[in-house]
């Protein structure tokens, strides 16, 4: 008697997926586009690229905002679903937004710890966010969370918006605002000091931003 094959589960994890996750993905895939496009414009500096890469960036907002609203209208609330959330933020409003400011002309070695500190503190919040969420929710007796510890992450499209302004009047690459100063062994354009502050508030525990 032979014993039958178990059926192929090539597609297993597309079945997995919610119709929110697919709104989660394209979050993601409009980071990734910024990303590329920001690359794009260093290789050939033409406006065109960098405001195709700085538009991207509300794009991937408004998808985070409808994979939510559809999670919650659906009743779709999984595991898999709040990490792809985590995943994607972070390529759309940390490394994007990065990348962005290395294409904008912030390319000086104290600018780069500044990019650094920004990405890690992004990746430190959604990390404490999945953590906290959980036990935040606990405590309320409705399931829900009334707030959350430090700015959401998606907030950073402000700096993509600043950059943005920036290009549209001529204000980047050695025109960047506030200029260069040469600092120790390397060189800080003070308008990456806006991506500290961005870092800073998101891994902020005193700051309580509530949820609606």
């Given at each position: 008697m032979s014993t039958p094959h178990p059926r192929p589960r090539h597609f297993s994890m597309l079945r997995d997926l919610q119709l929110a996750d697919f709104f989660t993905l394209a979050n993601a895939a409009c980071g990734m586009g910024s990303v590329f496009y920001a690359m794009y414009f260093v290789a050939d500096p033409s406006?065109?690229?960098?405001?195709?890469?700085?538009?991207?960036?509300?794009?991937?907002?408004?998808?985070?905002?409808?994979?939510?609203?559809?999670?919650?209208?659906?009743?779709?609330?999984?595991?898999?679903?709040?990490e792809l959330d985590s995943l994607?933020?972070?390529?759309?409003?940390?490394?994007?937004?990065?990348?962005?400011?290395?294409?904008?002309?912030m390319r000086g070695g104290w600018d780069l710890a500044a990019l650094i500190y920004f990405v890690c503190c992004g990746v430190s919040r959604l990390a404490r966010f999945n953590v906290t969420a959980e036990s935040l929710a606990g405590d309320s007796a409705s399931g829900k969370v009334k707030y959350f510890e430090?700015?959401?992450?998606?907030?950073?499209?402000?700096?993509?918006?600043?950059?943005?302004?920036?290009?549209?009047?001529?204000?980047?690459?050695?025109?960047?605002?506030?200029?260069?100063?040469?600092?120790?062994?390397?060189?800080?354009?003070?308008?990456?000091?806006?991506?500290?502050?961005?870092?800073?508030?998101?891994?902020?525990?005193?700051?309580?931003?509530?949820?609606?």
């Open positions: 406006l065109k690229l960098f405001y195709i890469a700085a538009a991207l960036a509300p794009a991937a907002f408004i998808f985070d905002v409808l994979d939510g609203r559809i999670a919650r209208w659906r009743h779709q609330h999984s595991a898999l679903g709040r994607s933020d972070i390529i759309s409003f940390g490394v994007g937004p990065a990348t962005l400011a290395f294409a904008a002309g430090g700015t959401p992450i998606p907030t950073s499209v402000v700096l993509t918006g600043v950059l943005a302004w920036c290009a549209s009047h001529g204000r980047i690459g050695d025109a960047l605002p506030g200029g260069a100063l040469e600092i120790g062994p390397a060189i800080l354009h003070p308008l990456a000091l806006l991506f500290v502050l961005s870092g800073s508030l998101m891994i902020s525990k005193t700051l309580r931003i509530p949820k609606f």
